[in-house]
């Protein structure tokens, strides 16, 4: 069974730097393009970066290009954003999400999501 | 950057009647290799979303045949042939051909 778990979630200050982790299981976590998707309180999906299966390739939306970075290390089994310079707009449950467009058939899962709230 | 709208963004729906839920991109989404990058998903309420539809017409693993996509190009429609009260939540259009790109969403409620 294909699982996601986010962590690293939390309240941080205006200015102030979080990472968030994904554990990965039930797949072979190198085969696939990750994302991270955010979700403000009460508001739509945002996807916010995505990153090729070596690493290689990285794409963000341009309100957190400069400020997050997406990595991953496939030997951990793990998927990561750093986010620094945090914002209040950047409040959101952040959501791991496997191969979004799961274009060869298989794909498309999310995690739980974790909390990260941006306040003084 | 490729802007996704979706219609209606509030739909309430009669158990047993079908609903529709149109999604318009700002670029076509039609790939050299034939295929559309268009997805639907499905938030739930309380739950993470989940996928319906890949590539506009493909139903994902265990997903209910009564869900059905289509379109080309820049106009998708989901189709849902009788609604049951499980399909309640909020339905998300995705680009996937240019970084990704989500809709509004459309809230689906039980009239």
């Known amino acids: 069974e294909v699982q996601l778990v986010e962590s690293g979630g939390g309240l941080v200050q205006p200015g102030g730097s979080l990472r968030l982790s994904c554990a990965a299981s039930g797949f072979t976590l190198s085969s696939y393009w990750m994302s991270w998707v955010r979700q403000a309180p009460g508001k739509g999906l945002e996807w916010v970066a995505n990153?090729?299966?070596?690493?290689?390739?990285?794409y963000y939306v341009d309100s957190v290009k400069g400020r997050f970075t997406i990595s991953r290390d496939n030997a951990k089994n793990s998927l990561y954003l750093q986010m620094n310079s945090l914002r209040a707009e950047d409040t959101a449950v952040y959501y791991c999400?496997?191969?979004?467009?799961?274009?060869?058939?298989?794909?498309?899962?999310w995690g739980q999501g974790t909390l990260v709230t941006v306040s003084s | 950057d490729t802007v996704m709208t979706q219609s209606p963004l509030s739909l309430p729906v009669t158990p047993g009647e079908p609903a529709s839920i149109s999604c318009r991109s700002s670029?076509?989404?039609?790939?050299?290799?034939?295929?559309?990058?268009l997805n639907w998903y499905l938030q739930k309420p309380g739950q993470s979303p989940q996928l319906l539809i890949y590539l506009a017409s493909k139903r994902a693993s265990g997903v209910p045949d009564r869900f059905s996509g289509s379109g080309s190009g820049t106009d998708f429609t989901l189709k849902i042939s009788r609604v049951e009260a499980e399909d309640v939540g909020i339905y998300y259009c995705?680009?996937?051909?240019?970084?990704?790109?989500f809709g509004q969403g459309t809230k689906v409620e039980i009239k």
């Open positions: 990153i090729k299966q070596d690493g290689s390739e990285e």
């Open positions: 999400a496997r191969d979004l467009s799961a274009a060869g058939g298989e794909g498309g899962n």
């Open positions: 670029q076509s989404l039609l790939h050299s290799n034939g295929y559309n990058y």
């Open positions: 995705m680009q996937a051909l240019r970084a990704r790109t």
